[in-house]
């Protein structure tokens, strides 16, 4: 699987976009770009994935540029509950590459 | 569905013994992740099955692990003898496989070796 980077850290003000960046700089054609995050003492929760289109779930937007080298999960509007670890991943999905390997993420606090 | 069930929730156990994990994926989902969680390393995948066969190990430390998936609702993580370094959050997930599938986690396993 391609690798990430991400920043280990960001703010953001209650009530504001958060935006967490990530680079794939190495991404292959068939794989997805996904999006966890952890909540302290809990297990990691997905939260949307894609492959080059926009997406948008309940939970969060996820941009990918054109040429798919990087990308962008969107919080409309971040709230407390939002605190967590968030890790950016690339994938293919199924069979034997299907692993899901985890970077060491962001860490979003999300302030009143 | 209640989701992918670990246990135990915690366990506390002397260096030496035999410690064994178990997880009971969703309903349905083929594919079965087991992770371990340290402050220094981070969520590390130890082993990933698929239609319960192991796919890749490569993540188990050493020796002492070893994971089973007899049937497609239940696997079991074993560390014998387990040593003080083992102690870790100990994360099971599943999927199902194919694309577009996103992986459900479970609540963990706290694992202390004294």
């Known amino acids: 699987d391609a690798k990430t980077t991400q920043p280990t850290s960001m703010d953001c003000a209650e009530g504001r976009a958060a935006n967490l960046p990530c680079n794939h700089s190495t991404i292959s054609g068939n794989e997805y770009v996904y999006w966890y995050r952890q909540i302290h003492s809990q297990g990691p929760q997905y939260i949307i994935h894609g492959l080059k289109n926009n997406e948008t779930n309940e939970m969060a937007s996820l941009i990918i540029t054109e040429d798919r080298k990087s990308s962008t999960l969107i919080l409309p509007h971040a709230t407390l509950r939002d605190t967590a670890v968030y890790y950016c991943i690339v994938r293919v999905n199924g069979g034997s590459q299907g692993n899901l390997i985890f970077g060491k993420g962001t860490k979003l606090s999300v302030k009143p | ?114």
């Open chain 2, 1 to 114: 569905d209640a989701g992918v069930i670990q246990s135990p929730r915690h366990e506390v156990t002397e260096m030496g013994q035999e410690v064994t994990l178990r997880c009971k994926p969703i309903s349905g989902h083929n594919s079965l992740f087991w992770y371990r969680q340290t402050m220094m390393r981070g969520l590390e995948l130890l082993i990933y099955f698929n239609n319960n066969v192991p796919i890749d190990d490569s993540g188990m430390p050493e020796d002492r692990f070893s994971a089973k998936m007899p049937n497609a609702s239940f696997s079991t993580l074993k560390i014998q003898p387990s040593e003080p370094r083992d102690s870790a959050v100990y994360f099971c997930a599943s999927s199902r496989q194919g694309w577009n599938t996103e992986a459900f986690f479970g609540q963990g396993t706290r694992l202390t070796v004294v």
